[in-house]
């Protein structure tokens, strides 16, 4: 065993009992890194489980990339583009493209006794992915012929159960009147579709549209679904060339983050807000190990003065020092780790901490325990504590081996 592990481990176990005068730094310095590093996991485990919700709802409701008319983008009516088999089949032979759907919507008004609601009516068919909407149904279930599927706040709104009859009505040359029955109601706590999106069969919403019978290939807009999110720059070029080659009509590709721009940018406010958190984290963990470590040398300023006398190189003595740290360092980051991953767990397991679905998409705090940022935060705050050390470390080339040993 080497001179400056063997003192680390004499002043490790020698600082961990209570006559020592350093024991409450010790302790401070270990609690300081234990708190510092659970905070850093929780916030990046908060921030991956916040992203991986809003981003899977999203892709849900919305999918990866839609191609659609651009003039709908501005305009409550609506604008068909011609969704060919040969077209279809086109894009499904992308290597990112994992699903292909068409959808039909209109804009209209649902309307009870007593008040009404704009809406937009989402028309799906057969080849829709109801995986994730089936997954937010509280009640009911899918609609089929002339019924639909609302959202919890507009069932609230309308005073609106399973199985109620509501009047739609819709606005061409001249109102269009249906009359739809409630087969269902979903939750997915975002505000944006929520307030707004109702489902019903892709027939019922095409038969609404001046096109529905003249184009029988015809919807408002086909919705790609990728294997990642984050192929979309990949893909979304390839199927805009398919667009413009099929199509005569302004068909774009337009990606879900162009389309709710708001929606990721909050998301991406994240990510700068746990930067900042883990920076701040980071200081505060250098710092205490600073003041740590100058009380642990100050308290042994007589020991360095008789290693010095008896022949160890200051470079031995500052060795010996930042491995006593780093084993201070190595015990607070297992105390930190043991204390995130069960605040982790807790919150997985019983959703402790709940939150207004209203302004953050989701009823509780979701999180997400991922080992590999674990293991980089980890060895991060290992490496940068101990590099914060070298500098302070250098007071013991000052201290000079007769004065030291005089020292009290």
């Not at 990112?96 to 309307?111: E, F």
Request: hydrophobic share 50%; net charge neutral.
């Amino acid at each position: 065993m080497s001179l400056p592990l063997f003192l680390a481990r004499h002043f490790y176990k020698s600082g961990n009992t209570g006559r020592s005068a350093s024991a409450p730094a010790v302790r401070v310095a270990t609690l300081g890194i234990a708190v510092g590093l659970a905070v850093m996991l929780v916030t990046q485990a908060v921030v991956s489980g916040f992203k991986k919700e809003v981003s899977g709802k999203m892709e849900g409701m919305a999918s990866h990339i839609e191609i659609m008319d651009v003039r709908a983008l501005a305009s409550p009516e609506t604008y068909a583009i011609d969704a060919t088999p040969s077209f279809l089949a086109d894009i499904k032979k992308e290597p990112t493209v994992s699903h292909v759907q068409c959808i039909a919507t209109k804009m209209g008004i649902l309307k009870t006794e007593d008040d009404f609601l704009a809406i937009q009516l989402k028309g799906v068919g057969p080849d829709y992915d109801s995986t994730f909407i089936h997954s937010a149904i509280i009640k009911g279930r899918m609609p089929r012929d002339n019924e639909i599927l609302i959202s919890r706040r507009q069932a609230d709104d309308l005073q609106l159960n399973v199985a109620d009859r509501v009047f739609a009505y819709f606005f061409e040359d001249e109102i269009h009147t249906r009359r739809f029955t409630v087969s269902g109601i979903y939750d997915t706590h975002m505000t944006l579709f929520d307030r707004n999106v109702v489902f019903a069969p892709f027939a019922t919403v095409a038969a609404l549209n001046p096109w529905g019978e003249q184009r029988p290939n015809a919807c408002c807009c086909i919705e790609v679904t990728l294997d990642n999110i984050k192929q979309i720059p990949l893909a979304q070029p390839h199927l805009q060339r398919l667009a413009s080659s099929y199509t005569k009509d302004n068909a774009k590709a337009i990606s879900v983050e162009e389309h709710y721009p708001q929606i990721f940018s909050w998301v991406n406010l994240l990510d700068i807000n746990m930067l900042l958190i883990i920076c701040l984290m980071v200081c505060v963990a250098g710092i205490t190990m600073i003041s740590g470590i100058l009380i642990l040398i100050l308290e042994r300023a007589q020991t360095i003065g008789i290693l010095k006398a008896l022949g160890a190189s200051n470079s031995q003595v500052r060795h010996a020092f930042l491995h006593f740290a780093a084993m201070i360092i190595l015990r607070g980051m297992l105390w930190g780790n043991i204390l995130a991953i069960a605040l982790i767990l807790a919150q997985q397991q019983w959703g402790v901490i709940h939150l207004n679905p209203d302004t953050y998409y989701v009823d509780t705090v979701p999180v997400l325990l991922q080992i590999i940022p674990l293991v980089i935060i980890n060895v991060a705050t290992l490496i940068i504590t101990v590099l914060a050390l070298v500098i302070p470390s250098h007071i013991i080339t000052r201290i000079q081996p007769a004065k030291a040993i005089r020292f009290e």
